[in-house]
C-alpha cells in the first residue's frame, strides 16, 4: 500500500503500490469478468450467461461449468445474441451476453439499439478483447469504435473497468442494476493496482492521484499508464490528477468539472478512437461549463495492426512517454492561456 | 380436431371485416403508412385476438399470457385494429395512429404500450425475441405460447435464419412463427426482388415443422394454429398464403399498395366495399 501522506487519493482508494512496476500482478481483465459473472449467478438464478462460441476466451467458461443450467451456447451467432437476450430480459431474466466487442456490440449495433435500448430491457452486454492490446489478432479483431457507437444510445450504460478487480467488481454492480449494459473489457494481462478494499460505484469516477496542475482522465488499462505519467511528470514539478473514469455513461460530471475547476487542463487517456470515445465526452461537458485546454490520447483515425500489445499501444500513441508529452502540452497552453 | 362451429366461424369472419374497416379508418386518417399486408393478414390477427390466444385485454400485462410479437412492424395497423376491437383501448384511438404524441406509433413501441411485447420495424428480429421469450418460458417451466407473426419478405434478412437455427436447437415447441406469404415487398414480387423458394423446405432443412394454410381462410387458419399448439419437440412455422389486400378490390394482388394509405375517396369506396361485405357474411349466419 502506499503510505498516507505520500498520496492521500491512492491511499482513500486503497491501492496497491503501483510505483514499483516489477512487483505489479499483471491479470486480464477479462478474469475479472469470469469470476464476478460466476458470483452473480450464485446470487440470483435468473442470470443468464450466454455465448456466441468464445466462451474461453470470454472467460464464460467458468460460469458454464459451475451453473451450466444457466448457460445457453449459441454458436457464431451475434446479432441473435442481442435479440435473443432482449427477449430472455423481457421475461425477468438478466442475460449476460459475450463475445468480442468488435462482433457485439459491433455487428448487432441495430440490434443493441431496438430490442435492448429503444425496448429497453435489462441485458448486459460483455464486449471482449477491446482496443489494440489485442495483439497479433489484427485490425478486423481490435475494437476500437465501440464506446462510439454505445454512447450515444439512450438509456444505455457504459462501463470500462480499469483492472481485473474492478472489472469483478464492475460485473456484480451492472448485474443488480436494471438496465441495458455495455461493459467492455481487454485482452492481455494488464497491471493490478486496486485492491479487494478499493470502492466501485457506478457513475462515480475516482480520484486515483492528487494534483492541480494538470487533470489526467482516463479509463481501461491506461489508467495505468496515466499514474506511471503522473509519477514520471512529478519528478519535474509537474503535479497531475489522475482520475479514473471508468463509467462513460452517464458520465460523473461533477468530478469532471472539478478537475476543469482546479487543474485548469485536461488529458484524456483511452484505448479507443478519439473520436466518439471517453475523452469526446469529457470535451462536450468541458466546453459547455468550463473550457479549458484538453489533450487526448487515444487512436488517431487509424485501424490497428498485428503486434505486441505493448508494442500496439507505443505505435498508437498510448504509452506512458506520449502521456507525458499531452500533459506537458496541456501544462503549456494552460500557462499561455492564464 | 372437432371442427369450428360455423356459427363461430361467421362471428370471426364479420370480426376480420371490421379489423378491415378499422385498418382502412385508422390508414386515411393517418395520411401515411401500410395498406397490402394489414389488410391481408386481417384474418390472422382476428384469429390470435379472438380465438386462439391466452389472453385478457383488461390485464395485458398477465405473466401467464401468451406472447405474441409482430416481427415486421410496418403492418401495425392490423394490430391495432385488432387489439381494439379486442377491447385493450378504444376503437377511437385507432385515428391517433402515427399521430404526435400517440401510443400507436408508425412502427410499435412496447414502451409506449406495453401489450406489444417488443418494439419493430427493423425486420427480420422479431423471430430473436420471441425465441428468447419461449427459452424462458421453458426455463420457468411455464406453458404459455410464443406466435411470431413475420412477413415473407424479412426472411431475406440473415438474423431470422440465425434464430430459425437456435430455436430448432432448443427444441422450442412452445414457439410458433406465422407467415405471411403474399408475394410482395416494396420494389415488387418477392421472387424477382430475392426469391423465397422453396421457402417451406427451407424450414423443414433447419428442423421446423411447417404447416401451410390459406391465410385468408378463417377455419382453415383456426386449424392450423390450433395444430400448431400441440408441438411435437419441434417450432412450428405456419406458411399463411394471403392476397395482398385482401378485403379491397382495388388493391388485391397490387404490390404498389405495400406502402401507401388510400386517399380519403380510394378510403370511402374501400369502407362502402367493406360493408356491404359484412352485411353479406351477418345474411349469411
Known amino acids: ?338 | 380436431m372437432p371442427a369450428l362451429p360455423a356459427n363461430r366461424l361467421t362471428e370471426l369472419q364479420a370480426q376480420a371485416n371490421l379489423v378491415r374497416q378499422g385498418i382502412i379508418r385508422s390508414l386515411v386518417a393517418a395520411g401515411s403508412g401500410h395498406s397490402a399486408g394489414p389488410l391481408d393478414m386481417a384474418d390472422a390477427f382476428t384469429a390470435l385476438y379472438f380465438h386462439v390466444l391466452r389472453h385478457d385485454p383488461k390485464n395485458p400485462e398477465w405473466e401467464d399470457r401468451d406472447r405474441l410479437l409482430l416481427s415486421c412492424g410496418h403492418i401495425a395497423p392490423v394490430r391495432y385494429s385488432a387489439m381494439a376491437y379486442a377491447g385493450y383501448f378504444p376503437v377511437e384511438e385507432l385515428l391517433t395512429l402515427r399521430k404526435f404524441g400517440t401510443r400507436l406509433q408508425g412502427h410499435p413501441e412496447r414502451v409506449r404500450l406495453p401489450s406489444l411485447e417488443t418494439t419493430s420495424g427493423p425486420l427480420g428480429e422479431g423471430l430473436g425475441q420471441g425465441t428468447g421469450m419461449a427459452l424462458a418460458a421453458k426455463l420457468d417451466r411455464k406453458d404459455w405460447r410464443v406466435y411470431v407473426v413475420t412477413s415473407d419478405a424479412e426472411h431475406q434478412a440473415g438474423l431470422h435464419w440465425e434464430a430459425a437455427m437456435v430455436a430448432a436447437k432448443f427444441n422450442l415447441d412452445n414457439l410458433i412463427c406465422i407467415i405471411d406469404r403474399n408475394f410482395i415487398q416494396i420494389d415488387g414480387s418477392t421472387e424477382d426482388v430475392m426469391p423465397l423458394e422453396p421457402l417451406a423446405d427451407k424450414y423443414r432443412s433447419f428442423n421446423w415443422r411447417v404447416l401451410e394454410c390459406d391465410g385468408n381462410d378463417m377455419g382453415a387458419l383456426i386449424d392450423s394454429l390450433e395444430q400448431a399448439k400441440h408441438g411435437a419437440g419441434k417450432p412450428t412455422v405456419i406458411v399463411a398464403h394471403t392476397l395482398p389486400g385482401k378485403g379491397v378490390s382495388y388493391m388485391e394482388g397490387d404490390y404498389t399498395w405495400h406502402g401507401k394509405p388510400p386517399t380519403k375517396d380510394q378510403a370511402a369506396a374501400a369502407l362502402a366495399e367493406l360493408a356491404a361485405a359484412y352485411e353479406r357474411i351477418v345474411a349469411h349466419a
Open chain 1, 1 to 338: 500500500m502506499l503510505e498516507t501522506g505520500n498520496d492521500r487519493a491512492a491511499a482513500a482508494m486503497h491501492l496497491v503500490d503501483y510505483r514499483e512496476a516489477t512487483s505489479l500482478k499483471q491479470v486480464p481483465t477479462r478474469n475479472g469478468f469470469g469470476e464476478g459473472l460466476v458470483e452473480a449467478g450464485k446470487a440470483n438464478p435468473n442470470v443468464l450467461a450466454i455465448c456466441a462460441d468464445l466462451a474461453e476466451s470470454t472467460r464464460m467458461k467458468a460460469f458454464a461449468d459451475a451453473l451450466p443450467q444457466q448457460y445457453l451456447e449459441i454458436g457464431v451467432h451475434e446479432q441473435m445474441l442481442v435479440a435473443m437476450a432482449a427477449g430472455l430480459a423481457s421475461v425477468g431474466k438478466v442475460p449476460f451476453i459475450a463475445s468480442y466487442a468488435m462482433f457485439c456490440p459491433g455487428r448487432a449495433w441495430e440490434q443493441v439499439r431496438t430490442t435492448m435500448a429503444l425496448n429497453e430491457t435489462n441485458v448486459k452486454i460483455a464486449g471482449a478483447h477491446a482496443g489494440v492490446s489485442v495483439g497479433p489478432d489484427g485490425a478486423t479483431h481490435q475494437a476500437i469504435e465501440d464506446i462510439a457507437i454505445m454512447r450515444p444510445i439512450p438509456h444505455m450504460l457504459v462501463v470500462v473497468p480499469c483492472d481485473a478487480p474492478q472489472t469483478k467488481k464492475a460485473t456484480l454492480a451492472v448485474a443488480e442494476r436494471w438496465g441495458p449494459t455495455y461493459l467492455r473489457f481487454g485482452r492481455e494481462k494488464s497491471a493490478v493496482i486496486t485492491t479487494e478494499d478499493t470502492p466501485f460505484e457506478i457513475g462515480v469516477a475516482q480520484t486515483f492521484r492528487d494534483g492541480d496542475d494538470v487533470a489526467i482522465v482516463a479509463c481501461g488499462i491506461l489508467v495505468y499508464n496515466a499514474l506511471a505519467a503522473a509519477e514520471e511528470l512529478a519528478r519535474d514539478g509537474i503535479v497531475c490528477r489522475v482520475v479514473n473514469n471508468h463509467t462513460i455513461k452517464p458520465m460523473d460530471e461533477v468530478t469532471i468539472l472539478a478537475a476543469a475547476r482546479e487543474c485548469g487542463a485536461i488529458v484524456t487517456v483511452e484505448e479507443h478512437q478519439v473520436a466518439g470515445g471517453m475523452g469526446s465526452r469529457v470535451a462536450e461537458i468541458v466546453a459547455a461549463r468550463h473550457p479549458v485546454p484538453i489533450e487526448f490520447i487515444g487512436v488517431h483515425d487509424q485501424f490497428g495492426q498485428s503486434g505486441d500489445p505493448a508494442e500496439l499501444i507505443e505505435y498508437y500513441g498510448m504509452g506512458t512517454s506520449a502521456i507525458v508529452a499531452a500533459v506537458r502540452r496541456a501544462f503549456e497552453r494552460k500557462a499561455r492561456t492564464a
